[in-house]
Each structure stands twice: as C-alpha cells, then as structure tokens.
C-alpha cells in the first residue's frame, strides 16, 4: 500500500532533519552524508579557475558531486550512454546527480534538474511505472523499500542559493519535455549554511547537446 507521510515544519530544521534522516534509511544514506556532497561540490566548484572555460565550474561541481557520493558509499557505478549512475549494494536502485534549479530543496514545489534532462534520462523516467507503491509501513511503523521488477531511479539534485545549500534525494514518476511533474516520492533536506569563496562571473552558455553530464553553470 502507498502512504503520505506528514511534512515536518520547514522552520524546525532540527524535526526536518530527523524526517529526512527517516526517509533516507531504507535507502542506506544520511543527511550528515548528502551535505557532505553537495559542500564538496560546491568547494570545488568554487576553486575553480577564473581563467577556465565557462562550462569549467558546473563541469567541476557535478563531478565532484558524483566523486564525493561514490567514495563516501562505497557503491558500485558505471556509465549507461553518458549517464553515471551510482548503485546500491541490492542493485535495486541507484543514484543519478543532477544540478537542480531553484525549486530544488523546496516541499511545496516540483523541482527538476537544471539543464535538460537528455534523451537516456528521459527514456529512464518514462519507464517508470506511474502507480507502483514505493514504501510500505511495517508493524512498528517504520518504512521499507518495495521490491520492483526493475531497479528504481533516484536523482539527487543540489542547488546554491543566497548562502544555502539546497538538496534532494528524489524518485521520479513523470515528466513533460525536460520538466519533471511528478514524484513518487521526495526526499528533501534541510538547507545547509554555506561560505562560499571569491570566485569570478561565470555566465550560462547555451548547451544543446544531448550527450555527456549535465553542466551547472549558474551566474554568481
């Protein structure tokens, strides 16, 4: 059976991070964890040169991002047509990362990755089924993950914004062109306080391709 969980209060970070802390454990991850990678990626991305290319910095924090999360899991990875997928142990479910624009971190909206979702990753998200439950409750009330017939897609998506450091662990259930309309479920975290360095204006290059990483290159 699917279930709705009650939304912690967004102002008591500390009831924010116990929620998330619950929802994260069937899939073997902690908040403490996920801000780890979103502030490595971040620290990365802003040592980045000033006088390298403009696609450098996103380039630089995505990877980073990817690195960080692999080497605090210890997770098995690979490469599916230009998309790095993160896998848990059971391979019933992995981990992609994605730059998400500015509505990622958020409960009361529906964030999706800030560059376009590219063709894999579309094929990916239409093959989800739309009504399979994803947590059941068990006796004492605590959640597990359901079995499915093919391994789950999770997008973990970050964002920088005004001295905070936003994240999610997200499932996706639907989309429309390279807009995600619909979750199964979301996993936000609270946001993270972030000093960033000095770093130079970096502006948003058109990117129409459709293979390799989505770059985050944002103005700063």
């Known amino acids: 059976m699917t279930h709705a969980h009650a939304l912690p209060d967004p102002h008591d970070l500390d009831a924010w991070r116990a929620w998330s802390n619950g929802r994260l454990a069937p899939l073997d991850l902690t908040v403490d964890l ?4 979103v502030e ?4 990365k991305r802003d040592a980045t040169s000033p006088l390298a290319p403009v696609q450098t910095p996103g380039q630089d924090g995505w990877s980073e991002a990817v690195i960080s999360l692999r080497e605090q899991t210890g997770w098995d ?7 790095s997928r993160t896998w848990h142990p059971s391979h019933n479910f992995y981990v992609v990362v994605r730059p998400g ?4 971190g958020l409960f009361d909206r529906t ?8 063709t894999v990753l579309r094929d990916l998200i239409d093959e989800v089924p739309h009504t399979a439950p994803l947590f059941d409750v068990t006796g004492n009330g605590q959640s597990r993950l359901l079995p499915e017939e093919r391994p ?3 997008l973990f ?11 999610e662990l997200s499932r996706p259930a639907e989309r429309i ?8 479920q979301r996993i936000p975290l609270p946001p993270l306080p972030y000093d960033r360095t000095d770093t130079s204006v970096i502006v948003t290059p058109d990117d129409d391709l459709d293979t390799g990483p989505d770059i985050d290159v944002q103005p700063i």
């Open 77 to 83: 990875r690979d490469e599916d047509d230009g998309l």
């Open 157 to 167: 998506l970050f964002s920088y914004r005004d001295g905070l450091l936003y994240a």
């Open 34 to 37: 996920l801000h780890r990678v």
């Open 152 to 154: 789950q897609l999770w």
């Open 177 to 184: 062109e390279d807009k995600i309309t619909r979750y199964h």
């Open 101 to 104: 624009n500015d509505s990622t």
């Open 111 to 118: 964030p999706s990755p800030k560059t376009r979702l590219r």
């Open 40 to 43: 490595n990626s971040q620290r």
